[in-house]
């Protein structure tokens, strides 16, 4: 069968080919890519439907100030499954509503520099997408603003155009005041419900404000408040001029009502002010117009530069003329190095001061003539010049007749046409350099290395002058893509404080801690918040957690928890960043196993990882995984160690108490046998061990003495350390002469003495107080670990 090559000559075939190409909506294109947005299959399909209606439903919630309040409903329906997902945020206009759900890329979000669990505008529309794909059903949408009216949308996304098709639109009765209600109907199964309900569990964890309630056809599962401190709220801030790239700056100048360059850095840009605009503008200046050379000065011995310009002057009497040239000459000696900007601002002032002593007028052109000749005669010495400064900079090994050589061909280089002030860029100062070093090296047949030369470079240019020309203008660098790009270097190379923070909204150490323990059933809790961090010009802020020991499986791995912007993390663990700084981390020094020393740890505990960012670098368009960036992962590591501190620090004092507790209990076998013996032999009375056993082990040791109606309690500490012990006596009589630092409370009948004493080492402390009846007692002891208290308290 012949090709459609052969069969039509090239116009026909480019003809044939132009008539395939058509352009393709955002929606058709998810539409044959529904992967990319995680719902490669039906099973992670319910779960990122999920996961898109929880977090549109939490920001939607968080924005308007309202505590979240979310209903998360799963049901068979036939061959599919229906997914009901309510809230009780702001609820949605019923202009806005169709194009929130139905027209991918739309949103309010990602044009702003500020932390939000949504970006792109894709989330929930996409989860329509696939519900319709899959069951052709159109969604379900119910919403009310506040004071307005329910309205119920049914709707589906026209692929061919990317615009929402409404089928159903009308009023109708709800009995929440605000929020909106979405149902959708889709191909799915529940093979993934491990992983649908750590979503839910673990968007608890780390938004511990909100109430969130799962039911689905196995079960149901709540999570209640454990804080009604919504998260600070947010602002937006300018891009960071360390994250622009060069499109975005061509675009930004483009846009600007700003005239100068100044004005723009400062308006555009958050952290510029004027002291770093002057900074940037100066890094500028160096990339777009370069450097002037700035020479050695000569002294009046050296050369007669007076002479040169009272030659180079004509028709301005002789008196006059040598007053000038003599101005000039004086001037130039007291410089030691002198640029051809700084030396036609010697002439000018020259010109004036003249002018005013003599009467006589030197114009431009006068000037002009008198700046050549007395450069020249600067610039007539630059082979010696540049020998000082290259033997300077250049390692003592070389050779005088090496440096001479070379300074001989670099002078040779500032000959060119044009190059009669000197000015060039550092590109072309490189340039000469690399040059004239290779041709040294070659006749010389010496090593002439890249150090050698970098370090030659940096002696010029530093002893090189900045030029006092004006920037030019926005319009002239946004029309010139070689000037934005020398903008866009200079900004990167300016010092400039990391963007505010007040663009994010971490969870806070604290809430951190409050959202395990509100889940997870441990006996230690550990939380880190670092600092703000920057990539990229975005800031970024990382957290972490620790929960251990408890209800928490003994066997197997550590469990992970990843977060990013209070988002759960479902898949993709094993490429995501937060893990492969966890498997880095030596975790047998933090108490935990880890076979083989790397990889995941081993052992009862929950690791969690929070990272919040104004644009988290995620791996892919499902947001599954955060990308290797090394400012994040060193982030993560410190926060991860900050908190695994606290756990080596909790697991080796648990260690010593059971250590402490063993030795104990042999002791407390022991001595009531050496008790015993003791008595028999002495025929005395037994031996009360107690206070003995209390010594030994260095324990604080409270006894109770009761005589008549008078009550001791004597607290003798025995540690090496002060103590501060929390004992609270419970009587059922009324006490009284109650000792110093007591408090007394009623409650139900019952009478609490509470006492706190300081108690320094090796003394002892005497609480006393009186009952007028027989009583019974009971003594609780808190602040000091069990294992170092001895409680002697049962005599009455």
């Not at 075939?13 to 132009?18: F, G, H, M, P, S």
């Not at 090296?441 to 010029?460: M, P, W």
């Not at 090394?630 to 590591?637: F, L, R, T, V």
Request: proline share 4%; aromatic share 6%.
């Amino acid at each position: 069968m012949p090709s459609l090559q052969s069969t039509l000559d090239d116009e026909g075939v480019a003809d044939e080919l132009a008539a395939g190409q058509r352009a393709i909506s955002i929606a058709e294109f998810f539409e044959k890519n529904k992967h990319m947005l995680g719902f490669d299959s039906g099973a992670r399909g319910l779960v990122t439907a999920v996961k898109e209606a929880v977090d549109n439903a939490l920001d939607a919630t968080e924005e308007a100030g309202h505590l979240p309040d979310i209903y998360v409903e799963i049901e068979e329906a036939g061959d599919y499954y229906r997914l009901v997902v309510e809230d009780n945020g702001p609820g949605i206009t019923a202009e806005e509503l169709p194009k929130v759900f139905g027209k991918l890329l739309y949103g309010s979000r990602f044009h702003k520099r500020e932390q939000a669990r949504g970006q792109q505008g894709i989330g929930i529309s996409a989860a329509v997408l696939y519900s319709q794909l899959t069951s052709g059903k159109p969604a379900k949408i119910t919403s009310r603003t506040q004071g307005g009216e329910a309205k119920y949308f049914e709707l589906i996304i026209d692929t061919d155009t990317n615009e929402p098709a409404v089928s159903v639109e009308e009023s109708t009765t709800w009995e929440r005041t605000h929020g909106t209600r979405i149902e959708l109907e889709m191909e799915a199964n529940m093979r993934a419900r491990s992983q649908l309900r750590d979503y839910i569990k673990h968007t608890a964890v780390v938004n511990p404000h909100a109430r969130i309630e799962l039911r689905e056809p196995n079960g149901e599962f709540k999570a209640e408040r454990a804080t009604d401190q919504l998260p600070e709220e947010t602002e937006e801030i300018r891009p960071h001029p360390h994250g622009v790239e060069l499109g975005a700056l061509l675009k930004m100048l483009e846009s600007t009502d700003s005239y100068s360059i100044s004005g723009f850095l400062q308006n555009e840009f958050t952290r510029v002010g004027q002291k770093t605009a002057t900074n940037v503008i100066a890094a500028f200046t160096d990339r777009h117009y370069g450097r002037e050379m700035a020479w050695r000065a000569p002294q009046p011995h050296e050369t007669d530069i007076e002479e040169a310009v009272a030659e180079a002057v004509a028709n301005k009497g002789r008196e006059a003329t040598d007053e000038f040239a003599g101005r000039i000459a004086d001037a130039i000696a007291e410089r030691d190095r002198l640029a051809h900007h700084e030396l036609a601002s010697l002439v000018e002032r020259a010109a004036e001061a003249t002018t005013e002593a003599t009467g006589t007028t030197f114009g431009d052109t006068v000037q002009e003539k008198a700046i050549a000749a007395a450069w020249e005669t600067v610039r007539t010495d630059r082979t010696a010049d540049l020998y000082a400064l290259a033997e300077e900079a250049t390692s003592t090994r070389k050779d005088d007749g090496v440096i001479e050589s070379f300074a001989e061909r670099l002078a040779v280089k500032f000959d060119g046409e044009g190059r009669t002030r000197d000015r060039l860029r550092r590109a072309t100062l490189d340039d000469y350099v690399d040059r004239a070093a290779e041709m040294t090296a070659e006749r010389e047949e010496v090593s002439f290395g890249e150090t050698a030369r970098e370090n030659v470079v940096d002696a010029l240019w530093e002893t090189a002058r900045p030029v006092p020309d004006d920037p030019p203008n926005v319009t002239t660098v946004a029309g010139d893509r070689d000037t934005a790009s020398a903008l866009l270097d200079a900004m990167r190379a300016t010092d400039i404080i990391a963007p505010p923070t007040d663009c994010l909204s971490p969870i806070t150490a604290d809430l951190v801690r409050s959202g395990l323990e509100k889940e997870f059933d441990a006996d230690f809790y550990a939380s880190a918040t670092r600092d703000a961090g920057v990539h990229g010009g975005d800031p970024f802020i990382v957290e972490a957690g620790i929960a251990y020991g408890g209800e928490l499986p003994a066997e197997g791995g550590v469990e992970l928890l990843r977060f990013a912007n209070r988002v759960p993390l479902v898949y993709q663990r094993g490429a995501c960043a937060t893990t492969d700084v966890l498997k880095g981390i030596g975790w047998r020094n933090y108490g935990l196993d880890q076979p083989g020393g790397s990889g995941m740890p081993n052992g009862p505990a929950v690791i969690m990882i929070h990272v919040a960012s104004t644009n988290v670098p995620f791996t892919s368009e499902s947001k599954d995984a955060v990308a290797n960036v090394p400012a994040i992962e060193d982030e993560i590591e410190l926060a991860v160690r900050e908190a695994a501190r606290e756990l080596k620090s909790y697991l080796n004092k648990r260690r010593s108490m059971q250590q402490r507790q063993e030795k104990q209990d042999v002791l407390g076998s022991i001595l009531p046998e050496m008790a015993d013996k003791l008595a028999d032999v002495t025929e005395r009375d037994e031996l009360q061990i107690d206070d003995s056993l209390a010594r030994i082990m260095n324990n604080v040791l409270v006894e109770r003495h009761v005589e008549d109606s008078h009550v001791k309690l004597i607290v003798e500490n025995n540690s090496g350390t002060n103590e501060s012990p929390e004992l609270t006596e419970i009587v059922a009589a009324e006490p009284t002469a109650v000792s110093d630092g007591a408090r007394v409370v009623e409650m139900d009948g019952e009478w609490f003495i509470k006492w706190s004493p300081e108690v320094k080492s090796d003394g002892d402390k005497v609480l006393q107080y009186e009952l007028a009846d027989d009583s019974d007692f009971d003594l609780d002891v808190a602040g000091i670990e069990q294992e170092k208290l001895t409680v002697n308290a049962d005599s009455q």
